[in-house]
């Protein structure tokens, strides 16, 4: 039989990928370990893929809002805050980046497993969105960091995920061109590449 979906366990939780979403990987777990939601914190999950970020968050969240461009991921992600009995914390929305929030929305973290693979090919699907970070590996990065500031509270951080094979100083002085203190928060070391945690808070 041609399954659809596939299943996994993170702290006791239980999670479906359905066919066409990002299956959760080390730059998943690089965030999710290094998570620190405080009590009543207002948390944007942006790329949330099968929403396990998100789902993480909302126990300690009094609000969080999740964006993917996938609408199978929009639809997975609900389906595992249903799951594990989190959704009325969560909104779901389809969309570009941050281009769905209303202006004066603003959060204390945000979080981004961002694309991040230099790629010389338009993608071709859905899935393909999940990795391609354009020619640079940047492009979504950069347009994120464009626009992320007006988004994030005075004090507020951002946790988002690049990886050596794109430019990282590139990544870190537009955070600090746009106001945040930039910092690796941590890494992962692979033969071929290292992925990195990048912190930023907002002065
Ligand atoms: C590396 S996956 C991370 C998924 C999930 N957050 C995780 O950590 O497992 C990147 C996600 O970003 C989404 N994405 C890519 N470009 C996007 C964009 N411009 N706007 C919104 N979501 C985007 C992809 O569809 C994918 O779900």
Redesign the pocket.
């Known amino acids: 039989m041609n399954k659809s979906f596939k299943e996994f366990l993170y702290e006791d939780l239980r999670f479906t990928v359905f066919n066409g979403?990002?299956e959760?990987?080390d730059?998943?777990f690089l965030?999710a370990e290094n998570l620190h939601v405080g009590k009543g914190e207002e948390v944007l999950?942006?790329?949330?893929?099968?929403g396990?970020?998100d789902v993480l968050s909302a126990f300690k969240a009094s609000r969080v809002i999740a964006?993917?461009?996938?609408p199978i991921?929009v639809r997975c992600a609900k389906a595992n805050a249903d799951r594990n009995g989190i959704s009325e914390k969560i909104d779901f929305i389809c969309?570009?980046?941050l281009s769905p929030l209303r202006d004066g929305v603003s959060f204390n973290l945000v979080l981004f497993?961002?694309?991040y693979l230099p790629v010389e090919e338009e993608p071709k699907d859905?899935l393909d969105?999940?990795?391609s970070g354009g020619r640079s590996g940047r492009e979504?990065v950069r347009r994120f960091i464009e626009t992320v500031s007006e988004y994030v509270k005075i004090g507020g951080r951002i946790m988002l995920v690049q990886s050596s094979l794109s430019n990282i100083n590139e990544t870190l002085n537009d955070l600090k061109e746009r106001g945040f203190e930039a910092n690796i928060a941590n890494e992962k070391r692979f033969f071929f590449e290292t992925i990195l945690l990048i912190k930023a808070i907002k002065h």
């Open positions: 979403v990002y959760p990987s730059d998943t965030i999950d942006v790329g949330t893929g099968c396990i970020l964006i993917d461009m996938n991921a969309g570009d980046l497993n961002a694309p859905w969105y999940s990795w979504t």
